[in-house]
T-cell receptor, first 115, second 114 residues
Framework: AQSVTQLGSHVSVSEGALVLLRCNYS??????LFWYVQYPNQGLQLLLK??????LVKGINGFEAEFKKSETSFHLTKPSAHMSDAAEYFC?????????????FGQGTRLTINP | DGGITQSPKYLFRKEGQNVTLSCEQN?????MYWYRQDPGQGLRLIYY???????QKGDIAEGYSVSREKKESFPLTVTSAQKNPTAFYLC?????????????FGDGTRLSIL
């Protein structure tokens, strides 16, 4: 079965600082991985996805993530945080024929930006 | 613009009452999903449907029911058997059945108990 672990339910950084949100996955087959962002009382918006084409994936709003098979990780980064990045972030995995139609989500990381 | 519309945005349920949450998409997506979101627990899958007139239980289907009579519509009924229905409910859809296709989400319905 596939699973996702997001390390740190809350992360706080200063405006302009590096953002690093950690995601580790477990999958018995090559995974497809996604990062989503959720603003208060809204749905989830896709930031980026890994589908095996390239290990470094660039997304919207200046975010990127690197797939590391040896570490089973897909951490999300942004070089310089902006106040508008404050939100909750979810990592998700979809894998294999049996799991192709479902996503398994991590528990989320709430990102706070300090002025 | 294409998208997913969930209604109502806020819903209140009385004890013993069934309520239905609406989800409509005009993206021509094949698959649709319902998730429940509770603080600190991420998203949990309730039901999903890959084609019209077919749907499968997710991880927490007890106390919920769905129908998929039209491709664009996937309503969720929260029945009186669901003893703790207070949560944020999210509907999603996806084009095709490939694992690399992302899900697209509506803006959610917040359900509370009166």
């Amino acid at each position: 079965a596939q699973s996702v672990t997001q390390l740190g339910s809350h992360v706080s950084v200063s405006e302009g600082a590096l953002v690093l949100l950690r995601c580790n996955y477990s999958s018995s087959v090559p995974p497809y991985l996604f990062w989503y962002v959720q603003y208060p009382n809204q749905g989830l918006q896709l930031l980026l996805k890994y589908t095996s084409a390239a290990t470094l994936v660039k997304g919207i709003n200046g975010f990127e993530a690197e797939f590391k098979k040896s570490e089973t990780s897909f951490h999300l980064t942004k070089p310089s945080a902006h106040m508008s990045d404050a939100a909750e972030y979810f990592c998700a995995v979809s894998a294999g024929i049996q799991g192709a139609q479902k996503l398994v989500f991590g528990q989320g990381t709430r990102l706070t930006i300090n002025p | 613009d294409g998208g997913i519309t969930q209604s109502p945005k806020y819903l209140f349920r009385k004890e013993g009452q069934n309520v239905t949450l609406s989800c409509e998409q005009n993206l021509n997506h094949d698959a649709m999903y319902w998730y429940r979101q509770d603080p600190g627990q991420g998203l949990r899958l309730i039901y999903y449907s890959q084609i019209v007139n077919d749907f499968q239980k997710g991880d927490i289907a007890e106390g919920y029911s769905v129908s998929r009579e039209k491709k664009e519509s996937f309503p969720l009924t929260v029945t009186s058997a669901q003893k703790n229905p207070t949560a944020f409910y999210l509907c999603a859809s996806r084009l095709g059945q490939g694992g690399n296709q992302p899900q697209h989400f509506g803006d959610g319905t917040r359900l509370s108990i009166l």
